[in-house]
């Protein structure tokens, strides 16, 4: 460490504390946890921030907003980036149009509906451009009808932006000037989404490090938002993500953003694109992370009571093993996903009748099994029963009855599970062949073994440093990616900024000209001086007059100018006027000589220029008297 760091940690060190106590302040008193974020570019944020209103410390940004409470939304609108815009990054969105949308229509059919997260929506842009690709596949009809699409963010204010649909023409110019027209109508200077096509989009707030995810998804699009967050809270909410997509869905990430490191629960689909597909299955880490219920600050007590619902729901849903739950009527009351694919059940078979459905007797007679548990309030096993599903191959499933009770100890119904040991059956015919090719093969696998050993630490060895280097890049480029959200937000704010500059410098010359117009128009020549009687307006005619340009005298003492006017003559007449401020002012006429040489008479008047209690000025009318005589001052 060179000597400059070494002076420089143990200043950055309290620092960093502060900045602690900062966020926890902002998680205790508003439920903002900031704390999965990157603390780098969460520092560069709010101290841009602070910076803005003037306060240096953390410790004293806190004391600012205890007594400034609404300096909360200004603060979360800073650090939280709402930069996007439709068709950002149009190479992806063609990879999603042409390869990814084209399969996830044909896998969920004609009927079955198509359910789409755009997580992180911050305005909408990116919601409606999905939107916009879905009805160009489906057709206004069936998008209406079959198609979901759940818009969340953590920021209120980009949120009921977003539910507007309302854009200025700005916005859309990456957008096809035919979609613009088939998919937007006008209002005013505006244009908004079509509310036909609105109904499928929902929109609402949703924090990803806390709440759990939305499920059963064909495509969760997420971009440019796990970047602000540490690699810890990235593995909970991509582990949350594999869980919230169907076996075969589609995740859609920004271009800073990979899952090299989380290759077991997706599979590249399109890596330049950053298109991802979930992988069928994942491992136990991965499922536990999923169903890490949220931090429970700031639940509300509904939150707290429907939480093991939804636990019971999704454990159930995604069990290993097929079973389903008959009530006590006979009816077929639930079946996990193991249990449909299995048993070939339709979601229109839940609620029927149990003697109506294949399964009351393939794989075996179910009925009497059940009756027979249901009498004696104890469970059944059936080992060894043989099953050949249509159009598949042989199964051995072992097939317990359970009764299902309430805390009373009254009858509910009976719960049937469906354990496969086919491959169990299988494995034990062929241990035994196995064992003797094993007991032939062990020997040179042995020596292969040593070989191998020595071969996979050098390998692992390079695979470490390899893992190392690609951490360390995929930080950097997270790290430059929103970097360059950041100026591109503040280069939003510099072009706002300019326009209204660019406005107020149109009315000035507007006013200007208008002015010259006004001084143009009088017979007489004008000059308005300033307190100090420096010439501040110079008229056309006043140039035309005594032969000097406005650009010659600007600023320069009136009572020095060198004109065909005794201007000396003036000193007192311009005094009283500053001091009286009569509104009528005072007259002089006095003789000179124009710029031409010629004689002349020419009548003064004084008058104040009010601006204020007191005269900041005088104004001077000059008018050439035909055929006049000097006299002296008169007052109106």
């Known amino acids: 460490m060179s000597t400059e760091e070494r002076q420089r940690a143990p200043v950055e060190e309290p620092r960093k504390n502060d900045f602690v106590k900062l966020l926890e302040y902002l998680k205790d008193t508003r439920g903002f946890d900031f704390s999965g974020y990157k603390l780098s570019s969460l520092m560069r944020r709010v101290q841009k921030?602070?910076?803005?209103?003037?306060?240096?410390?953390?410790?004293?940004?806190?004391?600012?907003?205890?007594?400034?409470?609404?300096?909360?939304?200004?603060?979360?609108?800073?650090?939280?980036?709402?930069?996007?815009?439709?068709?950002?990054?149009?190479?992806?969105?063609?990879?999603?149009?042409?390869?990814?949308?084209?399969?996830?229509?044909?896998?969920?059919?004609?009927?079955?509906?198509?359910?789409?997260?755009?997580?992180?929506?911050?305005?909408?842009?990116?919601?409606?451009?999905?939107?916009?690709?879905?009805?160009?596949a489906l057709g206004d009809q069936e998008f209406r009808r079959r198609v979901k699409i759940y818009a969340t963010d953590v920021d209120d204010e980009a949120l009921a932006?977003?539910?507007?649909?309302?854009?200025?023409?700005?916005?859309?110019?990456?957008?096809?000037?035919?979609?613009?027209?088939?998919?937007?109508?006008?209002?005013?200077?505006?244009?908004?989404?079509?509310?036909?096509?609105?109904?499928?989009?929902?929109?609402?707030?949703?924090?990803?490090?806390?709440?759990?995810?939305?499920?059963?998804?064909?495509?969760?699009?997420?971009?440019?938002?796990?970047?602000?967050?540490?690699?810890?809270?990235q593995s909970k909410i991509l582990a949350r993500f594999h869980f919230a997509l169907n076996r075969n869905g589609y995740l859609f990430l920004g271009k800073a953003?990979?899952?090299?490191?989380?290759?077991?629960?997706?599979?590249?689909?399109?890596?330049?694109?950053?298109?991802?597909?979930?992988?069928?299955?994942?491992?136990?880490?991965?499922?536990?992370?999923?169903?890490?219920?949220?931090?429970?600050?700031?639940?509300?007590?509904?939150?707290?009571?429907?939480?093991?619902?939804?636990?019971?729901?999704?454990?159930?849903?995604?069990?290993?093993?097929?079973?389903?739950?008959?009530?006590?009527?006979?009816?077929?009351?639930?079946?996990?996903?193991?249990?449909?694919?299995?048993?070939?059940?339709?979601?229109?078979?839940?609620?029927?009748?149990?003697?109506?459905?294949?399964?009351?007797?393939?794989?075996?007679?179910?009925?009497?099994?059940?009756?027979?548990?249901?009498?004696s309030r104890s469970g059944s096993v059936l080992r060894g029963v043989e099953w050949r599903p249509a159009g598949g191959e042989p199964r051995t499933l072992e097939i317990e009855v359970l009764p299902l009770l309430d805390?009373?100890?009254?009858?509910?119904?009976?719960?049937?599970?469906?354990?496969?040991?086919?491959?169990?059956?299988?494995?034990?015919?062929?241990?035994?062949?196995?064992?003797?090719?094993?007991?032939t093969a062990y020997e040179e696998l042995q020596s292969a073994n040593e070989e191998l050993e020595t071969t996979n630490e050098e390998l692992q060895s390079t695979i470490e440093e390899l893992e190392t280097i690609n951490e360390e890049l995929q930080s950097a480029n997270e790290e430059l990616e929103t970097m360059n959200e950041e100026l591109q937000s503040t280069n939003e704010e510099l072009r706002s900024m300019n326009d209204q500059i660019q406005v107020r410098s149109e009315e000035l010359r507007r006013v200007n000209s208008h002015l010259h117009s006004i001084l143009g128009s009088l017979?007489?020549?004008?000059?308005?001086?300033?307190?100090?009687?420096?010439?501040?307006?110079?008229?056309?005619?006043?140039?035309?007059?005594?032969?000097?340009?406005?650009?010659?005298?600007?600023?320069?003492?009136?009572?020095?100018?060198?004109?065909?006017?005794?201007?000396?003559?003036?000193?007192?007449?311009i005094r009283d006027t500053l001091v009286s401020g009569r509104p009528h002012g005072i007259q002089v006429t006095l003789d000179g000589v124009n710029r031409r040489g010629r004689p002349l008479t020419c009548e003064i008047t004084c008058t104040p220029l009010i601006d204020g209690p007191a005269p900041a000025g005088v104004i001077l009318l000059m008018e050439e008297v035909p055929g006049g005589t000097a006299a002296e001052p008169s007052q109106g």
Request: with cysteine.
């Open 49 to 136: 921030r602070m910076q803005q209103v003037g306060v240096t410390s953390h410790s004293d940004y806190i004391d600012f907003l205890e007594v400034h409470p609404d300096e909360f939304n200004p603060l979360f609108n800073t650090v939280l980036i709402n930069v996007t815009a439709f068709f950002r990054d149009p190479q992806a969105w063609q990879a999603l149009r042409e390869r990814i949308l084209p399969r996830i229509l044909e896998e969920k059919g004609e009927d079955l509906p198509i359910r789409c997260w755009s997580a992180g929506c911050a305005s909408g842009e990116e919601a409606y451009t999905l939107a916009i690709l879905l009805a160009e």
């Open 161 to 233: 932006q977003a539910r507007q649909g309302s854009y200025p023409a700005a916005q859309l110019a990456d957008v096809p000037g035919e979609l613009v027209e088939r998919y937007f109508e006008t209002a005013g200077d505006r244009r908004v989404f079509r509310t036909d096509l609105r109904r499928s989009l929902i929109f609402g707030r949703h924090d990803l490090v806390q709440d759990a995810a939305i499920s059963r998804l064909d495509l969760l699009v997420c971009r440019n938002t796990l970047m602000y967050l540490n690699s810890e809270t």
């Open 257 to 375: 953003e990979t899952l090299l490191s989380h290759s077991t629960s997706f599979r590249p689909e399109d890596l330049k694109s950053r298109i991802f597909q979930r992988t069928p299955t994942s491992n136990l880490r991965d499922r536990m992370l999923a169903l890490t219920p949220p931090s429970t600050s700031g639940d509300g007590p509904a939150a707290a009571a429907g939480r093991p619902v939804r636990v019971r729901e999704a454990a159930f849903e995604a069990g290993p093993v097929a079973q389903i739950a008959v009530d006590r009527k006979g009816h077929l009351a639930l079946a996990n996903e193991k249990a449909r694919r299995m048993l070939n059940l339709a979601p229109t078979d839940l609620g029927r009748l149990l003697q109506d459905l294949e399964i009351s007797y393939r794989p075996v007679e179910l009925r009497s099994h059940i009756d027979a548990v249901c009498a």
């Open 407 to 439: 805390g009373g100890g009254a009858l509910l119904g009976a719960s049937i599970a469906f354990q496969d040991l086919t491959v169990q059956t299988q494995l034990r015919h062929e241990l035994e062949r196995a064992n003797q090719e094993l007991e």
């Open 523 to 573: 017979r007489s020549a004008v000059v308005v001086l300033n307190a100090e009687l420096k010439v501040e307006v110079w008229s056309e005619k006043a140039q035309e007059l005594w032969g000097l340009r406005g650009g010659e005298v600007q600023g320069q003492p009136f009572l020095g100018l060198d004109i065909g006017l005794p201007v000396e003559s003036l000193r007192d007449p």
